[in-house]
Nanobody
Framework: QVQLVESGGGLVQAGGSLRLSCAGSGLIFSAVNMAWYRQSPGKQRELVATISRSGTTTYEDFVKGRFTMSRDNAKNTVYLQMNNLKPEDTAAYYC???????????????WGQGTQVSVSS
């Protein structure tokens, strides 16, 4: 069964940095697109960034210039480097396998436990 385990979250002050990791198992990691999502209380889960099988990345406007997604297929791991964090970045962060459907990314059913990021002002 596919398993995704997120780690690296924590408490930081505004302007600080964190590096999240997502380790995958039970899948051919090099064959899939991956994405980071986040969800805070009272909000829907939202897409943050994606990375294709070839390493091409996309970012939502609210993180452009601050976050960087990368992957290491040999380690079955994707990363999210988060710089210049803002209080509104506070959320539980999740990774997932995604496919491109029309103009959107569609996640798989294999959600992990997530990792909490809290940013103080």
């Amino acid at each position: 069964q596919v398993q995704l385990v997120e780690s690296g979250g924590g408490l930081v002050q505004a302007g600080g940095s964190l590096r999240l990791s997502c380790a995958g198992s039970g899948l051919i990691f090099s064959a899939v697109n991956m994405a980071w999502y986040r969800q805070s209380p009272g909000k829907q889960r939202e897409l943050v960034a994606t990375i294709s099988r070839s390493g091409t990345t996309t970012y939502e406007d609210f993180v452009k210039g601050r976050f960087t997604m990368s992957r290491d297929n040999a380690k079955n791991t994707v990363y999210l480097q988060m710089n210049n964090l803002k209080p509104e970045d506070t959320a539980a962060y999740y990774c997932n396998v995604v496919i491109r459907h029309s103009e959107t990314w569609v996640p798989s059913e294999y959600w992990g436990q997530g990792t909490q990021v809290s940013v103080s002002s």
